[in-house]
Structure formats: C-alpha cells, structure tokens
C-alpha cells in the first residue's frame, strides 16, 4: 500500500517535471495542448486506460487483400496479435516493385530530407549539401548509397509533407488492408498517418548515446497519442544484430515506469523477465507493432537499413503538431 502510493507521488512528480519541461520547450502552448499532455502522461501510460480504447469487435470480413501491393492481411489475427502479451504480429509482405517504387519515391527529392539538427551539424562539419543526400538520376540504388556510406553520416531521415494522391505512398497509404486495421484497431473513422523512411548506414566512429537516443537505437516506449500503433516495412535486407527491430515482449502490458534516462543495460535488468525478441527479415517483410513496448532499432554494423515506418493514430499527437507529413483520412 505504501509503496504504491510512493510510486503514484512519483509518478505524478515526473508528470508535473515533464509538463514544466513541455511548456518551456514549446512557443505554441495552449491550454488543451497541456491538457493534452498531462491526460496522456498521466491515464494513457497504463494498460488499463490504453486498452479502453482499442477495437474490440471487427465489422466485416477479416481478411483483406490489395492486388497492386500483393498484400494479405488478416484483421483479426493482427487485432489478436497487438492485444496480446506479443504486441506483435508479423509474417506480412509487399510486392519487390512497389517496395522499389517506395525507396524511389523518398531519395530521388530534396525536399523529403529531415534536416534536424543532428544531420544540420553534420552537413556544416562536412562542407557538404542537402542535395548531395539524394539519389542522383543516373545513379542506381547501391552507387548511391556506397556513396552516402562514404560521407560518413550514420542516419537519414526521410518524410513527405505533401503525399501526391496518385504516389505510390499513397495507394499504400490508402489501401484497403491497412485502413480496416486501422480503423479496427482505432475503433474510429478517423485516423491520422505518419510516414518516415529511414536509413541507417554501418559507420566506424562512435556513435554518442545521446545521438543514438535520438535515432531510436537504445530502448524507449513511443508514446504517440492516446491510440497508436506502427507498421514497418524493411526496404533492405536485414540480419539479426545488424539493424534488426529488438523489443522486449509484453512491456507494453506494464506501466510506464519512468525509463527515460535509463540505459539500455538497466532497462534489461529492470525487464529482465520479459523476452527480448529481435525482428530481421527480407526486402519486403511487414510487421505491426505496439510500439508502447520498449523497443530500439539495433545498431547496423556491416550492412545499410532501409525502414519505412508509418504511425497510424487517433486523437491529439503532441510530438507530431508542427510536422506536415501526416495524412488525415476520414473512413
Ligand atoms: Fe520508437
């Protein structure tokens, strides 16, 4: 009894830390924006709130297939799978030229670069360009990346704030599948969608940790909105250890319990219970994820990682406001 109601005071100490340290970081606070905050650091870090709001029962039929993406999906297994004690469900696939099509879609423009601070400083430090990032026209995919290996970065991050109806993200997007799990798993007819491709490029410097917190390569809970989960596409092939999806099963069952500041080691004597399962598959592959579970992208060591992820929520996303490459669509 004691000790639960330490853990609350602490709990809501972290929360009121926390909100302090987001009303300082942001020019743009309104009220609802705090509101925001604290209902969902405070109710949406425990099971019992999260799962209040996730779909219960599926209207329709349970498997559903897109012929452009060659994709199959069984709604009800990944349901199953998401709510489970897994909090994961894989052993998808998407068709080898759309995934090309995907890859060419994010590096042949300029404008879909994320120049955060990180790849900023990078840039400067190199005397080099935004554009020197992107896939010439004459180039071929490997030339390419050969090329940004060699400039030494060790992460690109791509995204579309202005997805074309007729893109190939788009019909991806879009498609029938993916929507019915949404909407499923929501349980609302209108979802947001975030896309992001990422490359990760084997570097031989050391990478500091605060550097690689920031890439989500040690372990962290995403904490998206009140109703999220992700699906990720590998765009490259992708071995165990060398930029494989690690995720320790079943932490998204257990209440946050303030990992913020802790390293990866102490995270896995803290969950040292729960098993650490690695995801690494082919060019193609496609799993889901509640990525509530702690979870990190492993560190590559000999080969590039190609990784789109796209976040599929309901509700105010309070990471998200600023950003532009969200589509909005209303089933
Ligand atoms: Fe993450």
């Known amino acids: 009894m004691f000790k639960s109601i330490v853990t609350e005071l602490r ?12 009303l300082k970081s942001r020019e743009d606070v309104s009220f609802k924006n705090l509101y925001n905050f604290i209902i969902l650091r405070y109710f949406y870090i425990r099971p ?56 060419d879609h994010y590096t042949s423009d300029k ?19 935004t554009e020197n990032l992107i896939k010439k026209n004459d180039e071929d995919f490997e030339t390419y990346i050969q090329r940004i290996i060699e400039m030494g970065t060790h992460q690109i991050r791509f995204a579309d704030k ?25 349980n609302s007819k209108n979802i947001s969608i975030i896309n992001e491709m990422v490359i990760s490029l084997p570097t031989k410097k050391n990478i500091k940790i605060d550097v690689l917190k920031q890439s989500s390569q040690t372990f962290h809970r995403d904490l998206v909105s009140k109703n999220f989960f992700k699906a990720f596409v590998f765009l490259s092939d992708i071995n165990n250890n060398d930029g494989s999806h690690v995720y320790l099963e079943g932490s998204h069952k257990k ?6 500041n802790k390293n990866d080691l102490s995270i896995e004597a803290l969950y040292k219970d729960y098993k650490k ?49 969200i589509t909005q669509i209303n089933i």
């Open 162 to 186: 202005d997805l074309d109806q007729n893109s190939v993200m788009s019909k991806l997007i879009r498609s029938e599948p993916l929507i019915k799990l949404a909407q499923n798993y929501l």
């Open 277 to 325: 399962k690695e995801i690494s598959g082919k060019k193609g592959d496609l799993f889901f994820g509640d990525t509530f579970c702690l979870h990190k992208g492993s560190n590559p060591k000999n080969n590039y990682r190609l990784l789109l992820i796209l976040t599929f929520f309901t509700g105010t996303s309070l990471q998200t406001q600023n950003k532009k490459n």
């Open 48 to 103: 019992f709130f999260r799962f209040l709001v996730k779909g219960k029962k599926i209207s329709g039929p349970k498997k559903i297939t897109d012929d452009y993406l060659q994709l199959n999906l069984d709604i009800e297994t990944i349901l199953n799978d998401l709510k489970s004690n897994a909090g994961y469900s894989k052993g998808y696939n998407i068709n080898q030229n759309v995934i090309d099509q995907i890859i």
């Open 255 to 260: 209440n946050f319990n303030d990992e913020t």
């Open 111 to 129: 404008k879909n670069i994320e120049t955060d601070t990180q790849l900023k400083n990078f840039l400067n430090d190199n005397n080099l360009k």
């Open 11 to 22: 709990l809501i100490k972290g929360v009121f830390l926390k909100s302090n340290k987001f």
